[in-house]
């Protein structure tokens, strides 16, 4: 039969597991077996403890029995006794009445069957019967009036038994009877009615193996009586175990009857008289109640616990079978999901493998095509821009070609992985093949934000390779962006117009960007282009500052000057900055140009000091990008520490879009530049919207008026009035004053009566190299003549 465990059974042995289910089944049995043996050490205690009892209460039983039968035989005895007194009176022959009491005690006694009296020569003086007297009986009372009392027990004899079966319950006893002086004058024989004197215990139960004998001291059998009656005895039988001698009385456990079987005797020999009383009675018998009992409990627990056992292992096999079966399930289930978690792999490696370039692990053209028509759907929705450019390196077969597939393929995973550092996360980047890469700006607030990510781009790209297998390679990309909705409303039109805008870049040169849209590429084409070189101009030093004097009114001293950057380009020119700072603000590339600028100035304040050259301040300009940047006061503080320059040689000058743009980073900034001992002034001041009120909460000590109002001072009373007032207001908030633009001596005027401090324009000096910036300082004063 199997075992079937119910459903919640069984599921809390699949939660169990199998480990543990065999756990479980190991202490349940051991406890079961362990409570089972206790069981059985409780039961046989208890059996062998009722088994002493039983005996112990048998023993007992017999011994009060052996006491009573010993004092009754004593009694009888005893009236044996009494009547061989009254016989004495009967043997003198004094008293006539003696031989009618005797009678009178017999009649009155019925335990004797007949008394006897015998003088010294054994004549019968007195019968209570008529009977014969055994010549075995005469010669019997002869030598017993001749034996001496013995020690401790009273004189009374045993007659030898009858021989006949019928009389075999008549016991002769011998009682002395006294003289005069004490000394044996005949024999009393009483013939005593041993069935009578047994059969008054006739009513207590000895059990069917229960025996009472009556031994003479030397063992031979007197009488015995078992319950089916008085066994009759031949003379001369004896109790073949010989009961201990010295012991009056007592029990003992042996085979007294060497019949192979155990007996509980108790012995016990009445008072003074030659006699014991035995009782005894079979162990087997006195046990066979406690056999029975124990037979029948033993059967019972036996029984119950070959049920325990059985059921314990039906249950343990059941619950081994199930756990086997868990096991296997459980191995099946984990061989399943194995199986599954492969095929997922194999599956997700599939997927990757047709959807991703191996070299770069981008995706390659059919996923591109998907995302691409998936983000298009969403673009529709969000009424964002979205830019998908179409790029390829310029050359790239060349680099092939000369240094191998191996370095060209290292060329693409660096490009790939430089593209993934400009973009934003959100951004698409695929390899559509070759050195083609396509690349989607997703969700753009403004259209033009794909020009500056664009420029990034090739900014970054244009960055050597420095150790491509041992090779540094200068590589540039091409690049053509179409713009969504602008430039088509589906990938297939949007990657055509990409494209076509790539060719476009391409034939414009290496290193381009262009727009499929041509009202967006930017107007002069020469100077965007200069834009994109920027970075290696920086690095190749083509920049270089020209200095323009500021001039104090009071005195036409020159009190500082102003930094300006120009573009020394080696095949254009000069570049003045506003051709390229704009530009460079857009890519990122103005936080290079800030350092190179800070780092050229402080340069040449050292070099001036080296020459012995009178030092004035020297103010440079910095962009609301830099102001951005949290770490700029301490690389300043690092060039003044390195040129060994105070704090008061440099001024800063912040356009007012500076203060418009997240102000919180840009005050801090300002706050830790004033620490440093650095003016700052607030250049093309008016050009913006920032009231007094607010400039006042700034560490700001200049105010630069824009060269806007300065122009038309002399024509327009408006400009006049406001630069009167601007300085008005300065001077209050305990600023300094200076003009820029100045070109003409009317403005000059103008602004000296208006009480402007500095000026600084064409009229003086137009921004000029270090050494003639040098000479100018060297001038007494710069006074117009
Ligand atoms: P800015 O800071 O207001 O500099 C003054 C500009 O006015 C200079 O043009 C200067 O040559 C010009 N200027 C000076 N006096 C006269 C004058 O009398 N008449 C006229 N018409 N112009 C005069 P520049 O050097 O072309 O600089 C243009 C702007 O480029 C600067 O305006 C400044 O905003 C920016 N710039 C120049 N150098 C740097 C630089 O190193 N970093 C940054 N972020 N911007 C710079
Ligand atoms: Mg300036
Ligand atoms: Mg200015």
Same mark, same amino acid.
């Given at each position: 039969?199997?075992?079937?465990?119910?459903?919640?059974?069984?599921?809390?042995?699949?939660?169990?597991?199998?480990?543990?289910?065999?756990?479980?089944?190991?202490?349940?049995?051991?406890?079961?077996?362990?409570?089972?043996?206790?069981?059985?050490?409780?039961?046989?205690?208890?059996?062998?403890?009722?088994?002493?009892?039983?005996?112990?209460?048998?023993?007992?039983?017999?011994?009060?029995?052996?006491?009573?039968?010993?004092?009754?035989?004593?009694?009888?005895?005893?009236?044996?006794?009494?009547?061989?007194?009254?016989?004495?009176?009967?043997?003198?022959?004094?008293?006539?009445?003696?031989?009618?009491?005797?009678?009178?005690?017999?009649?009155?006694?019925?335990?004797?069957?007949?008394?006897?009296?015998?003088?010294?020569?054994?004549?019968?003086?007195?019968?209570?019967?008529?009977?014969?007297?055994?010549?075995?009986?005469?010669?019997?009372?002869?030598?017993?009036?001749?034996?001496?009392?013995?020690?401790?027990?009273?004189?009374?004899?045993?007659?030898?038994?009858?021989?006949?079966?019928?009389?075999?319950?008549?016991?002769?006893?011998?009682?002395?009877?006294?003289?005069?002086?004490?000394?044996?004058?005949?024999?009393?024989?009483?013939?005593?009615?041993?069935?009578?004197?047994?059969?008054?215990?006739?009513?207590?139960?000895?059990?069917?193996?229960?025996?009472?004998?009556?031994?003479?001291?030397?063992?031979?059998?007197?009488?015995?009586?078992?319950?089916?009656?008085?066994?009759?005895?031949?003379?001369?039988?004896?109790?073949?175990?010989?009961?201990?001698?010295?012991?009056?009385?007592?029990?003992?456990?042996?085979?007294?009857?060497?019949?192979?079987?155990?007996?509980?005797?108790?012995?016990?020999?009445?008072?003074?008289?030659?006699?014991?009383?035995?009782?005894?009675?079979?162990?087997?018998?006195?046990?066979?109640?406690?056999?029975?009992?124990?037979?029948?409990?033993?059967?019972?627990?036996?029984?119950?616990?070959?049920?325990?056992?059985?059921?314990?292992?039906?249950?343990?096999?059941?619950?081994?079978?199930?756990?086997?079966?868990?096991?296997?399930?459980?191995?099946?289930?984990?061989?399943?999901?194995?199986?599954?978690?492969?095929?997922?792999?194999?599956?997700?490696?599939?997927?990757?493998?047709?959807?991703?370039?191996?070299?770069?692990?981008?995706?390659?053209?059919?996923?591109?095509?998907?995302?691409?028509?998936?983000?298009?759907?969403?673009?529709?929705?969000?009424?964002?821009?979205?830019?998908?450019?179409?790029?390829?390196?310029?050359?790239?077969?060349?680099?092939?070609?000369?240094?191998?597939?191996?370095?060209?393929?290292?060329?693409?995973?660096?490009?790939?992985?430089?593209?993934?550092?400009?973009?934003?996360?959100?951004?698409?980047?695929?390899?559509?093949?070759?050195?083609?890469?396509?690349?989607?700006?997703?969700?753009?607030?403004?259209?033009?934000?794909?020009?500056?990510?664009?420029?990034?781009?090739?900014?970054?790209?244009?960055?050597?390779?420095?150790?491509?297998?041992?090779?540094?390679?200068?590589?540039?990309?091409?690049?053509?962006?179409?713009?969504?909705?602008?430039?088509?409303?589906?990938?297939?039109?949007?990657?055509?117009?990409?494209?076509?805008?790539?060719?476009?870049?391409?034939?414009?040169?290496?290193?381009?960007?262009?727009? +499929?849209?041509?009202?967006?590429?930017?107007?002069?084409?020469?100077?965007?282009?200069?834009?994109?070189?920027?970075?290696?101009?920086?690095?190749?030093?083509?920049?270089?500052?020209?200095?323009?004097?500021?001039?104090?009114?009071?005195?036409?001293?020159?009190?500082?000057?102003?930094?300006?950057?120009?573009?020394?380009?080696?095949?254009?020119?000069?570049?003045?900055?506003?051709?390229?700072?704009?530009?460079?603000?857009?890519?990122?590339?103005?936080?290079?140009?800030?350092?190179?600028?800070?780092?050229?100035?402080?340069?040449?304040?050292?070099?001036?000091?080296?020459?012995?050259?009178?030092?004035?301040?020297?103010?440079?300009?910095?962009?609301?990008?830099?102001?951005?940047?949290?770490?700029?006061?301490?690389?300043?503080?690092?060039?003044?520490?390195? +040129?060994?320059?105070?704090?008061?040689?440099?001024?800063?000058?912040?356009?007012?879009?500076?203060?418009?743009?997240?102000?919180?980073?840009?005050?801090?900034?300002?706050?830790?530049?004033?620490?440093?001992?650095?003016?700052?002034?607030?250049?093309?001041?008016?050009?913006?919207?920032?009231?007094?009120?607010?400039?006042?909460?700034?560490?700001?000590?200049?105010?630069?008026?824009?060269?806007?109002?300065?122009?038309?001072?002399?024509?327009?009373?408006?400009?006049?009035?406001?630069?009167?007032?601007?300085?008005?207001?300065?001077?209050?908030?305990?600023?300094?004053?200076?003009?820029?633009?100045?070109?003409?001596?009317?403005?000059?005027?103008?602004?000296?009566?208006?009480?402007?401090?500095?000026?600084?324009? +064409?009229?003086?000096?137009?921004?000029?190299?270090?050494?003639?910036?040098?000479?100018?300082?060297?001038?007494?004063?710069?006074?117009?003549?």
């Amino acid at each position: 039969m199997r075992l079937h465990f119910s459903s919640p059974f069984r599921a809390w042995l699949d939660a169990l597991g199998a480990q543990r289910a065999r756990l479980l089944l190991l202490v349940s049995g051991s406890v079961s077996l362990g409570l089972l043996a206790l069981v059985w050490s409780f039961t046989w205690q208890r059996l062998e403890s009722e088994k002493a009892l039983t005996r112990a209460n048998a023993q007992v039983q017999q011994q009060n029995l052996t006491a009573i039968i010993s004092e009754n035989l004593t009694q009888v005895l005893d009236r044996g006794r009494l009547m061989a007194i009254t016989a004495e009176s009967c043997l003198d022959g004094q008293d006539k009445g003696a031989g009618a009491r005797l009678s009178a005690m017999i009649a009155a006694d019925r335990i004797f069957l007949r008394v006897a009296l015998y003088d010294e020569q054994l004549r019968q003086v007195y019968a209570s019967s008529s009977g014969r007297d055994e010549p075995e009986l005469l010669t019997a009372m002869a030598e017993f009036l001749r034996t001496p009392a013995s020690q401790g027990v009273a004189r009374l004899g045993l007659a030898p038994l009858p021989l006949a079966n019928e009389q075999a319950w008549q016991i002769p006893l011998m009682v002395p009877v006294l003289g005069p002086r004490d000394q044996p004058a005949g024999v009393l024989l009483l013939v005593l009615d041993l069935g009578y004197f047994l059969r008054l215990y006739h009513h207590i139960d000895i059990g069917r193996t229960g025996r009472i004998q009556v031994l003479r001291l030397d063992g031979q059998v007197v009488a015995e009586a078992r319950q089916e009656g008085l066994v009759l005895q031949s003379a001369g039988a004896r109790n073949p175990n010989l009961l201990p001698v010295n012991q009056p009385q007592g029990a003992m456990e042996a085979d007294l009857y060497r019949d192979g079987r155990t007996h509980l005797s108790n012995y016990q020999q009445p008072h003074q008289m030659p006699f014991r009383v035995v009782v005894s009675r079979e162990m087997g018998d006195i046990l066979a109640v406690h056999q029975a009992t124990r037979d029948r409990f033993l059967g019972v627990l036996s029984l119950v616990s070959a049920l325990f056992l059985g059921a314990s292992l039906w249950v343990t096999q059941g619950i081994r079978r199930q756990a086997r079966y868990t096991a296997a399930l459980a191995q099946a289930d984990h061989d399943n999901r194995a199986l599954i978690t492969q095929l997922e792999d194999e599956k997700r490696r599939a997927f990757v493998m047709a959807s991703h370039d191996p070299l770069t692990g981008l995706p390659n053209r059919r996923m591109f095509n998907e995302l691409l028509s998936s983000h298009l759907q969403q673009a529709k929705r969000n009424r964002k821009h979205y830019a998908l450019m179409y790029m390829d390196l310029d050359h790239f077969k060349q680099v092939n070609d000369t240094l191998g597939h191996h370095v060209g393929d290292l060329l693409l995973q660096a490009v790939s992985k430089r593209l993934r550092t400009v973009l934003r996360d959100s951004d698409l980047i695929a390899r559509l093949g070759g050195d083609e890469f396509a690349i989607l700006l997703t969700a753009l607030e403004r259209a033009d934000d794909a020009a500056v990510v664009a420029a990034k781009i090739v900014s970054e790209l244009c960055k050597p390779y420095l150790d491509l297998d041992g090779h540094e390679i200068q590589a540039s990309p091409s690049i053509g962006v179409a713009l969504f909705p602008r430039d088509g409303h589906d990938t297939d039109a949007l990657c055509r117009n990409a494209d076509a805008a790539m060719y476009q870049s391409k034939r414009a040169g290496r290193g381009h960007y262009t727009f +499929y849209d041509a009202s967006l590429n930017p107007a002069d084409a020469r100077l965007f282009n200069l834009a994109q070189r920027l970075p290696r101009a920086i690095a190749e030093g083509e920049l270089v500052l020209h200095f323009q004097p500021k001039v104090n009114l009071s005195d036409y001293q020159i009190s500082g000057f102003e930094a300006l950057v120009r573009w020394q380009h080696p095949e254009h020119g000069l570049i003045y900055p506003n051709d390229f700072i704009p530009l460079a603000e857009r890519t990122g590339a103005i936080l290079e140009l800030g350092d190179w600028v800070a780092e050229a100035c402080c340069q040449q304040l050292a070099s001036w000091r080296k020459q012995g050259q009178r030092l004035v301040p020297i103010a440079f300009n910095v962009s609301a990008i830099q102001l951005h940047d949290s770490l700029l006061p301490e690389r300043i503080a690092q060039l003044l520490t390195r +040129y060994e320059l105070d704090g008061t040689l440099l001024q800063v000058e912040i356009t007012e879009t500076c203060l418009v743009e997240s102000m919180d980073v840009a005050n801090t900034v300002l706050h830790q530049l004033e620490q440093l001992g650095i003016h700052i002034a607030l250049d093309d001041y008016g050009s913006g919207f920032s009231s007094l009120a607010y400039v006042r909460t700034l560490p700001i000590h200049c105010l630069k008026i824009d060269r806007g109002f300065i122009h038309d001072i002399r024509n327009s009373p408006d400009d006049a009035v406001i630069v009167s007032s601007i300085i008005t207001l300065a001077h209050n908030l305990k600023m300094c004053v200076v003009a820029e633009g100045v070109e003409l001596v009317d403005q000059l005027v103008h602004l000296k009566t208006a009480g402007c401090d500095q000026v600084q324009g +064409y009229f003086f000096s137009r921004p000029v190299p270090a050494d003639e910036a040098s000479s100018l300082l060297n001038r007494p004063s710069l006074a117009p003549t």
